[in-house]
């Protein structure tokens, strides 16, 4: 029976929520249109009028094509019976919905997360700046590892000339003679150095302080609170200032100086001429000589070893900061805001949800109606409508029917009695008469007409 099958029900049910239906496309249509205005403004450049006009235009006609788009798929698509036309009207959904997500969603995510992928691309620059200015200083520092091995060295020239100038530790005569004037030389020479590389310190810690007040300042507009594109524009300032900062350093290690002091060491001193009183201690000296000459070139080849290896090391290159708009700064960082694009991009395709409830309820009815009666599935107006026409029909077709002259019997019998002719009567009651026969005969065959 009709009552106990749900296809009326469920097609009542969709009448019902026709209303709600297009409120609530309407509502998404507009939510959506809002965000785009939102995400445009942010994008085009130039007067306020003119911004504001063109935002509005553009927002305004992603309304119209969302709720249009939308209102199309719910009317055809749950009426679809043939599998490949429902096929091809939800590769059409498809391509429209990819459509929307490029005119529409990306932009309602930048509304949606643009201050704050603002917010993240700066704090991303903000350490590789960080990082930048920790390597120039470690490249700056590496030169200063090199002042404990000149000091070493400059100390064993000057103590070796202090004893032989006391007791003659090396050429066995006490005295300030040519050896004692050579590992003289050759301590200066480290000396100066070694005090080059010290000065070079003060320096660098100087350039490091100031790069780190850049760093601090720039970590406060980062976190700090307002609109983000003025912090945007200083915090592109501090980082010129840093970059200054991170190429100063680099320019001040002294690794390339020691290394140019280590190669004047082995080719670049004067050595004294031996200077003896006698020919045994001019031999000798001159022998101590050249064991000193061998020394500072060994020392001479160990420090230019170092000071090349930091000079090999990477040099920092210079970082550019790139401003970025709100929106480019959503595609850039899409992975880190997936929550606000799941909401961007639902506002546009939750329809496609009512829509593929439209098509199973449209689908259910169908295989609950195959289940009635022919009967149960007309409607009372249908009846009405089926009864008039069959009596229209009835009365168009009996004149057609109906003879021109139709017999006279039935009314001549009712009108006028039959003259049965009198007859003899037999008094045997077995006897019938000829008359009455005749007339019992007449009257069956005017009955048969």
């Known amino acids: 029976m009709l009552d106990d099958n749900n296809a009326v029900r469920l097609r009542d049910g969709v009448k019902s929520l026709e209303t709600m239906t297009r409120f609530a496309l309407a509502v998404l249509a507009l939510a959506s249109g809002v965000y785009t205005y939102l ?17 509005i235009i553009y927002s305004v006609a992603v309304s119209v094509g969302i709720y249009a788009f939308w209102t199309y798929m719910m009317k055809f698509l749950p009426l679809m019976r043939d ?35 603002l917010e993240q691309h700066l704090a991303v620059t903000l350490e590789d700046y960080v990082a930048d200015l920790d390597a120039a200083h470690g490249n700056a520092l590496a030169a200063q590892s090199l002042l404990p091995d000149v000091q070493r060295a400059s100390s064993r020239f000057s103590r070796l000339a202090d004893d032989e100038r006391q007791s003659g530790a090396l050429t066995g005569t006490s005295g300030s003679g ?77 690794a390339s100086s020691v290394s140019r002091s280590a190669d004047d060491l082995s080719l670049g001193f004067i050595a004294p001429a031996a200077d003896g009183g006698t020919q045994d201690l001019a031999a000798r000296q001159d022998a101590v000589m050249r064991s000193v000459m061998g020394a500072v070139q060994a020392q001479s080849v160990a420090l230019k070893t170092a000071a090349d290896a930091i000079l090999e090391q990477p040099r920092v290159q210079p970082r550019r900061f790139v401003p970025l708009s ?31 409830i439209l098509a199973v309820v449209y689908s259910a009815s169908r295989r609950e109606a195959q289940t009635l009666d ?19 029909m009835n009365t168009n077709a ?22 049965v002719p009198e007859v003899a009567t037999s008094d045997d009651p077995n006897v019938t008469p000829i008359d009455a026969a005749k007339r019992q005969d007449y009257k069956k065959d005017n009955k048969s007409t």
């Not at 009405?384 to 009596?391: C, D, H």
């Not at 009996?398 to 003259?419: L, N």
């Open 178 to 254: 040519s050896v004692v004037q050579l590992l003289t030389q050759m301590s200066a020479q480290l000396d100066e150095l070694g005090d080059t590389i010290l000065a070079s310190r003060s320096t660098v810690s100087a350039s490091f302080e100031q790069g780190s007040t850049h760093l601090a300042n720039m970590r406060a507009l980062v976190s700090g609170e307002g609109e983000v594109q003025p912090r945007a524009d200083k915090f592109a300032a501090e980082a010129v200032a840093l970059t200054g900062v991170i190429a100063a350093l680099q320019e001040t290690s002294i």
């Open 398 to 419: 009996r004149p057609a029917s109906e003879p021109s002259d139709p017999p006279q019997t039935e009314e001549v019998e009712e009108d006028e009695p039959e003259q």
């Open 39 to 55: 995400g445009v403004r942010s994008l085009l450049d130039g007067s306020s009028d003119t911004v504001f006009a063109a935002a």
């Open 83 to 117: 599998t490949a036309r429902r096929v091809s009207l939800i590769a059409v959904m498809g391509l429209g919905s990819l459509m929307i997500v490029a005119m529409s969603s990306w932009l309602n995510a930048a509304a949606l997360a643009g201050s704050a992928a």
């Open 374 to 392: 022919v009967a149960d599935k007309i409607t009372a107006a249908e009846m009405m409508r089926a009864v008039s026409l069959f009596n229209e």
């Open 326 to 356: 709100s929106a480019e700064a959503v595609l850039l960082y899409a992975r880190d805001f997936l929550p606000s694009w799941a909401g961007a991009i639902s506002i546009d395709l939750l329809p496609m949800v009512l829509v593929l």
